[in-house]
């Protein structure tokens, strides 16, 4: 968790709601005593790339194309 002072929260402010949105947590503090806290809002989940990667392949695991090749298809689609 990222502890700011409430000046460069003001300052700062789009870069730490970047960050929040990528799913950190951050406390203002004015004179060092916290006074708030930026939190991503309930159910923001973030998908990293290779995770992302990760679930188009277990999706399409078990799909295919039946009798029909890839190839095929790519001379099909040129065709027209």
Not at 18 to 28: C, H, L, N, Q, S
Not at 31 to 49: I, N, Q
């Amino acid at each position: 968790m990222k502890t700011v002072a409430a000046y460069e929260a003001r300052t700062h402010l789009s870069r730490l709601l970047e960050d929040v949105a990528r799913g950190e947590t951050i406390t203002i503090t004015k004179h060092g005593v916290p006074v708030a806290k930026l939190v991503p809002p309930d159910g923001l989940t973030r998908t990293t790339g290779d995770a992302a990667v990760r679930s188009f392949r277990e999706a399409r695991r078990g799909n295919t194309l039946g009798d029909i090749s890839l190839q095929e298809l790519i001379e099909e689609g040129r065709r027209y």
